[in-house]
């Protein structure tokens, strides 16, 4: 089973052509979408209501916006209670940035044996189309600030939000370690995500090169760089502890 994790915050616009994507990229495989509709105020609602006649499609509300932390960590309760060891996992964005057509390279990449596969950004042959300036220097700077104090082999791209993972890593992490997988609220969660599960075993990770299709986002970003950047200075600091 492929489970596509997917925080939604008012996606109304990106949600129907993402959806589509998944459709046609995972056709014929045993696979579910999971979204975290985190208190959305435009008609992301609706959107998922129709969707889920086409799609499997397991819908988890927010009643209030909380944050892409809590969203992850609202996916990953759902998730401690469904996965198997020879599932795949996959967490991307619901702004239609991430090509679903990616997918089945991971879960191959996955099924070889790799636990962690990252649609990297910066590894060769990766494009990057219509990011904002701003956006691609708090990325690379994360790159490089969390490559220097972690060097976690393998690892180019810290924040990227598009990941698979096998189920046997997730599920030794939720049934073991009595630390949370996520605490951050905002941004940093992922790369908290992936230094924890990085440090608890002996994990191998690979990184694939991604198309980044910001120019198909529609709508402004939710992203706030100045908030950003100071949740993972704060990540960096906890997490060398």
Do not use: Q, W
């Not at 975290?36 to 509300?61: C, F, K, M, Q, W």
């Not at 996916?75 to 209670?81: K, Q, W």
């Not at 390279?105 to 042959?125: E, L, N, P, Q």
């Not at 990941?163 to 949370?180: N, Q, T």
Request: aromatic fraction near 8%; proline fraction near 4%.
């Amino acid at each position: 089973m492929i489970y596509v994790v997917l925080p939604a915050y008012n996606e109304e616009k990106n949600l129907p052509p993402l959806l589509e994507g998944l459709y046609k990229s995972l056709a014929g495989s045993d696979y579910k979408v999971i979204v975290i509709n985190d208190g959305s105020s435009d008609a992301t609602r609706d959107v998922l209501a129709r969707a889920s006649s086409v799609i499997p499609l397991e819908v988890i509300a927010h009643e209030k916006n909380k944050g892409l932390g809590a969203a992850i960590k609202s996916g990953i309760n759902y998730l401690a209670r469904h996965i198997a060891a020879g599932d795949v996992v996959v967490t991307m964005d619901a702004d239609n940035t991430h090509p679903p057509s990616l997918i089945p390279v991971m879960a191959a990449k996955i099924s070889a044996g790799v636990g962690i596969v990252i649609a990297s950004r910066f590894c060769r042959g990766a494009v990057t189309r219509g990011v904002p300036f701003y956006r691609n220097i708090l990325s690379r700077a994360a790159a490089l600030v969390f490559g220097l104090a972690f060097g976690i082999k393998g690892v180019r791209d810290y924040s990227s939000g598009y990941r698979a993972i096998s189920g046997e890593v997730l599920k030794d992490y939720l049934d073991s370690s009595r630390v949370p997988l996520v605490t951050s609220t905002g941004f940093s969660a992922g790369t908290e995500m992936l230094i924890k599960l990085a440090r608890s075993s002996a994990v191998l990770i690979a990184e694939t090169p991604l198309d980044l299709r910001y120019d198909l986002k529609k709508g402004a970003s939710k992203m706030k760089v100045f908030s950003a950047a100071l949740e993972y200075i704060k990540l960096l600091g906890t997490s060398r502890k």
